[in-house]
């Protein structure tokens, strides 16, 4: 299993947008959850959104309307678009894997992480 990788993160101002992508997501298994999760300084981590092998998506009440995840199985790729972003936003945003699917974002649940990436939204 290639340990995913995110990439970008910023820095933008409220109201702004960014679209994070986890290259190498892709599992073995045929039935599989993804999912994007997020840590500000001193909060624990979060989950902020999912999607399963077919399709299914769920995010986190904070998040809805404002962000959208999704795969690119054939470039082995997941991604999270954020637009109208706030100040509160602002952490550090993992992608995560888990073998079948997971119906809530408990990070627990999950096997295999990113490193991480940077998001920082100004007010």
């Known amino acids: 299993q290639v340990q995913p990788v995110e990439s970008g993160g910023g820095s933008v101002q409220s109201g702004g947008s960014l679209r994070l992508s986890c290259v190498g997501s892709?599992?073995?298994?045929?039935?599989?959850?993804m999912a994007w999760f997020r840590q500000a300084p001193g909060k624990e981590r979060e989950g902020v959104a999912l999607i399963f092998d077919n399709g299914y998506t769920a995010y986190a009440d904070s998040v809805k309307g404002r962000f959208t995840i999704s795969q690119d199985s054939a470039k082995n790729t997941l991604y999270l678009q954020m637009i109208f972003l706030k100040p509160e936003d602002t952490a550090v945003y993992y992608c995560?894997?888990?073998?079948?699917?997971?119906?809530?974002?408990?990070?627990?649940?999950?096997?295999?992480w990113g490193q991480g990436t940077q998001v920082t939204v100004s007010s």
């Open positions: 892709r599992l073995t298994y045929s039935i599989y959850t």
């Open positions: 995560a894997m888990a073998r079948g699917r997971i119906g809530s974002l408990r990070p627990v649940n999950f096997d295999y």
